[in-house]
């Protein structure tokens, strides 16, 4: 079946601009997850969502990220007043059920963030 | 929180040798270990996990050991090949969380 989906594959902004990204995770999956990747470096996690709510939103990292899953399906993670460090590959993953509990996170192929 | 650290950030071995990368772990609580898997331009992709109810798990060229009293785990590929060459990253969490702790990974290259 379909894996999950990202779009757009990259996006390039400019500093002070606001932009979607979204994330179509796999059907029937519950469980949703932003991450972001820097360069050279690991994912780190934003934002997971278990149906519709944001059951933690602890890896924000400031109020001008925000993420929505109004139908407890596809998410958008919005992001106000871009900043150059903001520059990222963003990923979204989905898991059956609650991650953590040995549920594979399944990976979408990422949004890859440019704020000149 | 929990804070995984890998070693080393990147590993060049000739075709055919053992690559070994290793992880450690500071949350004691943690209980699951997944391995993933990430080629130049591709999304993470899960190549193998362990729970901390097992010491060891091998699946054809790939095996993972894990140490829970010294809190670390490693990634063991032999026969090494071309395709093997990607980032590794290890990962991090426990059956009562949901987000997962990743080390910065380690860039793979296997010489032919």
């Known amino acids: 079946g379909a894996g999950v989906s990202q779009t757009p594959s990259n996006k390039v902004t400019e500093k002070g601009k606001y932009v979607e990204l979204r994330c179509d995770p796999i059907?029937?999956?519950?469980?949703l997850y932003w991450y972001r990747q820097s360069l050279g470096q690991g994912p780190e996690f934003l934002i997971y969502?278990?149906?519709?709510?944001?059951?933690?939103d602890s890896g924000l990292p400031n109020d001008r990220f925000f993420a929505v899953r109004p139908e407890g399906s596809v998410s958008t993670l919005k992001i106000q007043r871009t900043e150059r460090g903001d520059s990222a590959m963003y990923l979204c993953?989905?898991?059956?059920?609650?991650?953590?509990?040995?549920?594979?996170?399944?990976f979408g192929p990422g949004t890859r963030l440019t704020v000149l | 929180g929990e804070n995984v650290e890998q070693h080393p950030s990147t590993l060049s071995v000739q075709e055919g040798d053992s690559a070994v990368i290793k992880c450690t772990y500071s949350?004691?609580?943690?209980?699951?270990f997944p391995w993933y898997k990430q080629e130049l331009g591709k999304r993470p992709q899960l190549i193998i996990d362990?729970?901390?109810?097992?010491g060891e798990k091998k699946d054809q060229r790939i095996a993972v050991t894990l140490n829970k009293t010294a809190k670390h785990f490693s990634l063991h590929i032999t026969e090494t090949q071309p395709e093997d060459s990607a980032v590794y990253f290890c990962?991090?969490?426990?059956?009562?969380?949901?987000?997962?702790?990743f080390g910065a990974g380690t860039t793979v290259t296997v010489r032919a």
């Open positions: 949350d004691s609580a943690s209980n699951y």
């Open positions: 362990i729970r901390s109810n097992v």
């Open positions: 969502f278990q149906g519709t709510g944001a059951a933690d």
């Open positions: 059907s029937g999956h519950t469980a």
């Open positions: 990962a991090a969490t426990s059956s009562n969380d949901y987000k997962l702790s």
């Open positions: 993953a989905s898991s059956p059920t609650r991650g953590g509990g040995y549920n594979e996170q399944f």
